[in-house]
């Protein structure tokens, strides 16, 4: 099994008629991404690597019965793209774009609440399932099938240690990239549920950043939802008051440092790494018991 992105899902590409969107559709199907068509207006009853064109959001549900949608809209147009596929029903939407304006994401969040959609991201590389799909901009060859859920702030170091377990051995379910922003569409303690009740997830593994309190958030709904655990922070040495990289990598001086957010995992029994490399040992660990 997995969460989320499951064989059930049926996928439509917003913006997919733009130059990024074109190729990544090209990818996602390669990867085995069940697509069933996408969304421009004003393109539709054209083609897209042999994908239906509609006009809307509404006009692919009733003619492919689409139920999730990737978006490479710019950051200026994500708000209405979103709303729109939320108002359309869809129950899984992914925004890819960086950069979208903070009170745009608020308003976007809170619609998907009350539909009760699930978002993810801003700023994400998106949602892997391997032997499944993917609804994002991740090599797919570096996640091999296995039974360990993974969330992660940062989509180039999830690939990193996607490679490291590959090379070790080691699959996951479900890599669900949770966006790099202050103000993200779906916190990743409320992905814990999800994994939780997933047969296949045997275990947990959290990678994370420094800035905000998402990790200790997690650590607290891992005890509403009891799993094995381990997790990497990244920004060791980043000094308090710089950014690094995304815009949620921010540590201000009373909170979000790896030691703060290590010592939160720690407490509740979650393995921490001090290395991406170490990570494949804390795994084996913590499924071990």
């Given at each position: 099994?997995?969460?989320?992105?499951?064989?059930?899902?049926?996928?439509?590409?917003?913006?997919?008629?733009?130059?990024?969107?074109?190729?990544?559709?090209?990818?996602?199907?390669?990867?085995?991404?069940?697509?069933?068509?996408?969304?421009?207006?004003?393109?539709?009853?054209?083609?897209?690597?042999?994908?239906?064109?509609?006009?809307?959001?509404?006009?692919?549900?009733?003619?492919?019965?689409?139920?999730?949608?990737?978006?490479?809209?710019?950051?200026?147009?994500?708000?209405?793209?979103?709303?729109?596929?939320?108002?359309?029903?869809?129950?899984?939407?992914?925004?890819?774009?960086?950069?979208?304006?903070?009170?745009?994401?608020?308003?976007?969040?809170?619609?998907?609440?009350?539909?009760?959609?699930?978002?993810?991201?801003?700023?994400?590389?998106?949602?892997?399932?391997?032997?499944?799909?993917?609804?994002?901009?991740?090599?797919?060859?570096?996640?091999?099938?296995?039974?360990?859920?993974?969330?992660?702030?940062?989509?180039?170091?999830?690939?990193?240690?996607?490679?490291?377990?590959?090379?070790?051995?080691?699959?996951?379910?479900?890599?669900?990239?949770?966006?790099?922003?202050p103000i993200i569409g779906t916190d990743m303690a409320e992905y814990v549920?999800?994994?939780?009740?997933?047969?296949?997830?045997?275990?947990?593994?959290?990678?994370?950043?420094?800035?905000?309190?998402?990790?200790?958030?997690?650590?607290?709904?891992?005890?509403?939802?009891?799993?094995?655990?381990?997790?990497?922070?990244?920004?060791?040495?980043?000094?308090?008051?710089?950014?690094?990289?995304?815009?949620?990598?921010?540590?201000?001086?009373?909170?979000?440092?790896?030691?703060?957010?290590?010592?939160?995992?720690?407490?509740?029994?979650?393995?921490?790494?001090?290395?991406?490399?170490?990570?494949?040992?804390?795994?084996?660990?913590?499924?071990?018991?």
């Open positions: 099994m997995s969460i989320l992105l499951t064989p059930a899902t049926r996928a439509i590409v917003q913006g997919g008629t733009g130059r990024i969107g074109a190729r990544q559709t090209e990818w996602m199907l390669k990867a085995g991404t069940r697509l069933v068509g996408a969304v421009t207006p004003g393109k539709g009853g054209t083609e897209l690597h042999g994908l239906p064109v509609f006009d809307s959001v509404a006009e692919a549900v009733e003619r492919v019965q689409a139920n999730a949608s990737v978006s490479f809209v710019p950051a200026a147009y994500v708000r209405g793209a979103a709303m729109e596929a939320v108002q359309a029903g869809l129950r899984l939407v992914v925004v890819i774009a960086e950069h979208v304006p903070v009170y745009d994401t608020l308003e976007i969040r809170e619609a998907c609440r009350e539909s009760g959609t699930v978002m993810i991201g801003p700023n994400t590389p998106g949602i892997i399932t391997p032997g499944v799909g993917k609804l994002g901009i991740m090599p797919a060859n570096v996640f091999s099938r296995g039974h360990l859920g993974m969330l992660s702030r940062s989509g180039t170091l999830a690939y990193e240690v996607a490679g490291i377990l590959q090379a070790a051995g080691i699959g996951v379910t479900t890599m669900v990239g949770v966006g790099g922003d549920p999800y994994f939780a009740a997933d047969p296949e997830t045997k275990g947990l593994l959290v990678v994370g950043e420094i800035g905000g309190t998402q990790e200790e958030r997690l650590a607290a709904a891992l005890g509403d939802h009891p799993m094995p655990a381990c997790a990497y922070i990244a920004g060791r040495t980043a000094p308090a008051g710089k950014r690094m990289g995304h815009a949620g990598a921010l540590m201000s001086a009373h909170q979000g440092s790896v030691a703060q957010k290590t010592g939160v995992l720690e407490r509740t029994g979650i393995r921490v790494a001090e290395s991406p490399r170490l990570l494949p040992a804390a795994i084996r660990e913590a499924l071990a018991g």
